[in-house]
């Protein structure tokens, strides 16, 4: 809605209101970054300044990488989250081109199953799914820290409505060609519905780097900590007053998703928001 | 855009026998990997847990006997439990509204400028996609009783200062504060998809109609617009606060004495902290039951979203 409105008293006035917002949805970002580069002893004086006096430079971004192991937590949520999302996309996308493109019996009892799916949370199973992992000796492992996730509704759900929009005319060709439906799959339709792919890949990343409830339920030994659960680990272990090495912490640990974001604003933003659904 | 998943519901049911010459095990075998994990991983999970929850089955002890809604008896009869559920609505009723009208108040702004949509777009967003276990340890240092920068300011204006989360009055606010910021930006992309879909003829309509101020013209002609992706908002800033957990189990521990105390950390707690799985079970019984209740309600708003377009 591009109403002529240009150069109106209300232009300003609604620049000044959302500049003013603005400024109060960034000040915990500079409030995080502005206290891991300032030292201690400035922390306790009464009056907040914007600036710090003395320039600790990186030395807590080098104590939390070198005492507290920010390294390892970043590498353990890089492997978790990706575990996950190629084991979801390796089991969801053929399933939801059966369903976008096959008809056969069961398939709208599995639809439906997948529709309730959509609404349960993980904590729904998760004292079982413990239970049972505890049974076979996997807690406190990458498996138990990522198995919960393998399936993924949402990305049945979503793929499959791509899919149904895919034509059919290049499908039968691609058969009349001689190829094998799961060639079909991986080398026709699923470039052609890349866009989708991407987008649930930047949902899911998102959602499993940040998730703080799994870990904290199956994780144990500080060596397989997700970047969540690393962190809320060393926050109470700390002593408290180390502010400046726990702010270098947790700017580390946020920075992936963060510089992702920036770069590409527009997927991330799609990414998020298209699964309202969930 | 949920705009997308919903529309594309209702479309055309009309399978195409794509299939017709192929054997349909050509689609079991494509779908079997999925199904074995969602019976492993969601169905027998559910099953289990809902039998789980009419014993007093206890990790780490051998025996397991039936009590039948015994849990359930007893868990509406308990304070802590009754608190928690208390608490996880008061929270609800602070965040839901707060993050929907703030989204759309920023959506609206935001649509009217000339200059500069994407930047601010940026910066409300920015938060959606932060960590919030990290941003829960910059808040609570941020509302500090004595040293935090909230407190500093206060201050130095001459108000008192408030110790957020030390004390039981605001713990419960603060902790809100913290999900409003970080779920409005995600109603406001939500809201800025519906304000694009408003034909712009309606505007000039409006206008020549004599609804001469911006003010009118947004009650009359935005809003009632909104009105299905207003619905959609609230049902899902109420289940994505309801879910609260990350900064319970981060900031306050449920504390000061209770005051934060919110389903999902006392069932965590119940559960994986003194293992008293059958409890926790109901306990997830009645989290999942309200749950689904949102879901249906979702659904409902879903279903009327598609028509009305």
Not at chain 1, 86 to 103: S, W
Not at chain 1, 228 to 253: C, H, K, Q, R, W
Not at chain 2, 143 to 167: A, R, Y
Request: with cysteine; hydrophobic share 55%; charged share 10%.
């Amino acid at each position: 809605m591009n109403r002529p409105h240009r150069f109106r008293p209300g232009q300003i006035l609604s620049h000044v209101i959302l500049l003013f917002l603005a400024f109060l949805f960034m000040f915990p970002f500079y409030v995080m970054i502005v206290t891991s580069v300032r030292s201690p002893a400035e922390l306790f004086v009464p009056e907040f300044r914007w600036l710090p006096e003395s320039f600790t430079g990186l030395r807590y971004y080098i104590q939390a990488v070198a005492d507290i192991p920010a390294l390892t937590f970043l590498k353990n949520g890089v492997l978790i989250s990706g575990g996950i999302l190629i084991v979801q996309l390796l089991t969801a996308i053929p399933c939801a081109y059966a369903l976008a493109k096959f008809e056969f019996r069961g398939r709208d009892l599995l639809f439906a199953l997948v529709l309730f799916s959509l609404t349960v949370p993980i904590q729904a199973p998760a004292l079982p799914l413990f239970l049972g992992l505890n049974a076979i000796g996997a807690i406190d492992t990458y498996f138990a820290a990522m198995v919960p996730f393998f399936l993924s509704v949402f990305a049945i759900f979503l793929f499959r409505q791509t899919f149904r929009t895919y034509p059919d005319e290049i499908i039968q060709a691609a058969r009349l060609d001689g190829m094998s439906e799961w060639a079909i799959l991986w080398t026709v339709v699923v470039p052609g519905c890349l866009p989708s792919v991407a987008a649930f890949s930047i949902f899911s990343v998102t959602a499993h780097w940040n998730d703080l409830y799994w870990p904290m339920v199956v994780i144990r030994s500080n060596d397989l900590m997700t970047p969540p659960l690393g962190l809320a680990f060393f926050a109470d272990s700390e002593s408290g007053a180390n502010y400046g090495a726990l702010m270098a912490m947790a700017t580390i640990l946020t920075a992936p998703l963060m510089i992702g974001f920036l770069l590409a604003q527009r997927h991330f933003i799609r990414g998020i928001t298209m699964t309202g659904v969930k | 855009m949920p705009a997308d998943l919903t529309q594309s519901v209702s479309i055309s049911r009309a399978p195409r026998r794509l299939g017709a010459i192929l054997s349909p095990r050509i689609a079991y075998g494509l779908a079997a990997p999925s199904v074995l994990l969602l019976v492993l991983t969601v169905m027998a999970p559910i099953m289990m847990m809902i039998l789980l929850s009419f014993t007093s089955y206890k990790f780490g002890e051998t025996g397991i006997e039936w009590i039948g809604i015994g849990n359930y008896a007893q868990l509406f009869g308990d304070r802590t439990f009754r608190r928690a559920l208390w608490n996880t609505f008061a929270y609800v009723l602070m965040v839901a509204p707060a993050s929907v009208l703030l989204g759309l108040f920023l959506a609206v702004l935001i649509d009217g400028l000339s200059k500069g949509q994407r930047f601010y777009r940026l910066i409300f967003f920015l938060p959606v996609t932060a960590t919030v276990v990290a941003m829960a340890m910059v808040w609570k240092y941020l509302l500090h009783g004595t040293i935090g920068p909230f407190n500093l300011l206060l201050q130095s204006l001459g108000l008192p200062s408030l110790d957020v989360f030390g004390g039981r009055d605001l713990a419960l606010a603060g902790l809100a504060a913290i999900n409003i910021w970080s779920l409005a930006g995600f109603n406001m992309v939500l809201f800025a998809a519906g304000l694009t879909a408003v034909p712009e003829d309606l505007y000039e309509a409006a206008a020549m109609d004599g609804m001469d101020s911006k003010f009118d013209r947004f009650l009359n002609v935005t809003l009632p617009l909104l009105g299905p992706v207003t619905m959609f908002v609230i049902v899902t800033s109420t289940i994505t606060a309801f879910k609260v957990f990350d900064t319970v189990a981060v900031i306050t521990h449920g504390g000061p004495r209770g005051a934060t105390d919110v389903l999902l950390y006392t069932t965590y707690l119940e559960g994986f902290s003194y293992f008293r799985m059958g409890s926790a079970a109901a306990m997830t019984v009645v989290f999942l039951a309200i749950m689904m209740v949102f879901a249906w309600i979702q659904a409902r708003v879903l279903d009327r979203k598609v028509h009305y377009r």
